[in-house]
């Protein structure tokens, strides 16, 4: 219980901070409307809030968040419509600007993925079935790094997966159409929890660079 007391105390802090101070920042908010220019793709990790690891606002960016923060392919009749169905909303909906895809380190998500390929065990689980989509970044990581230890394996397959994320984004007609038109630049950021780093995907250089 004291664990959920502690959010409904959060809350009343929120709302005295953002609801009933001077400013009234939600004032602007509450209606329908275009709040953000920025969508962020990140894991359901709890250690890898995009907001809070970007100090960021209310209002300030939409957020899809998945198992390892991933892209599937787009399919015309896809079982993965969520990712669509949020990808398409942001396209006609918000005036978008930036979609950045936020990977982390100590993915559970990617260990469970890598653990299953290891042991050779048949995929029969939701979570296994999403995770297939970075099956092609486990199965090179393995290829690549046998010998390497498991924290390095996964840390290389979520960087290989987040590059391979934003390959399949290119690929839903509401992102193309931003893309085509200038609108809509995409990003790839990898945030290591362990040592505090932030780096980006450099397309150009195909390696990722420190951000700060
Ligand atoms: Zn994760």
């Known amino acids: 219980m004291s664990d959920i007391k502690a959010l409904v105390d959060g809350f009343s802090g929120f709302r005295n901070q953002y609801m009933k101070d001077s400013s009234g ?53 896809s079982e993965f419509q969520e990712t669509d169905a949020a990808l398409e909303f942001a396209s006609l909906y918000l005036e978008l600007e930036h979609i950045i895809v936020l990977g982390h380190s100590r993915c559970g998500g990617v260990r469970s993925l890598l653990t299953r390929l290891i042991d050779d065990m048949v995929p029969d689980s939701a979570l296994d079935s999403w995770m297939s989509v970075a099956e092609p970044a486990a199965k090179s990581v393995l290829a690549d790094m046998p010998d390497a230890s498991l924290d390095d394996q996964a840390c290389a397959c979520s960087r290989r997966a987040l590059v391979a994320s934003l390959d399949n984004l290119r690929h839903y007609p509401g ?38």
């Not at 962020?40 to 899809?64: E, F, H, K, L, Q």
């Not at 630049?185 to 250089?205: I, K």
């Open 25 to 77: 920042r939600y004032k602007g908010l509450a209606d329908y409307g275009p709040h953000s220019r920025i969508l962020v793709i990140a894991c359901c990790d709890s250690r890898a809030d995009p907001a809070i690891i970007t100090n960021s606002s209310t209002g300030d960016m939409m957020v899809i968040r998945n198992i390892a923060n991933l892209v599937p392919p787009h399919l015309a009749v």
């Open 175 to 212: 992102v193309a159409k931003r893309l085509d038109a200038g609108q809509l630049q995409l990003h790839g950021w990898y945030f290591n929890l362990a040592s505090g780093e932030l780096q980006a995907w450099d397309e150009e250089g195909q390696e990722y660079v420190e951000l700060v």
